[in-house]
């Protein structure tokens, strides 16, 4: 199924499952809390940041929305353990540049929101399929 398009997603991401959106927004959410806890401790991050090893996989199933829900949950317990962000080292974002910890905090929120949308636009093909 195909949705229409979104502003933030690549078209190839427009015929995606529920649950591969889910998986795509955890392997994102676990990626940025680890970046945002190097970089807060003032540690570089040592891998590059890549879309393509972001990519959900075809195979996502009902058992998504746990491993989801556990990365959501990581997230929200890695900003409480580190209270204020870093500011001053950087890592950067394929197509957004270098960023600090609150950048890439930022980010994981606006990221969400799109696929958020996303999601709503899988659930109404579902509803009339």
């Not at 075809?58 to 959501?72: C, E, K, W, Y």
């Not at 353990?81 to 890439?104: E, N, Q, V």
């Amino acid at each position: 199924m195909l949705i229409n398009r979104i502003v933030g997603i690549e078209d190839s991401s427009r015929n995606w499952s529920a649950y591969m959106v889910l998986d795509h927004l955890r392997i994102v959410n676990e990626g940025i809390a680890q970046i945002i806890d190097d970089l807060t401790h003032d540690r570089p991050f040592a891998q590059e940041v890549r879309i393509q090893d972001v990519k959900p996989s075809p195979d996502s199933g009902p058992d998504t929305i746990d491993r989801f829900i556990q990365a959501v949950t990581a997230y929200e317990a890695v900003l409480a353990r580190l209270g204020k962000l870093g500011r001053s080292r950087r890592h950067p974002h394929p197509w957004f540049g270098p960023m600090t910890a609150h950048d890439w905090h930022c980010l994981a929120a606006n990221h969400s929101w799109v696929h958020r949308r996303q999601m709503e636009r899988v659930a109404r093909q579902l509803t009339r399929a």
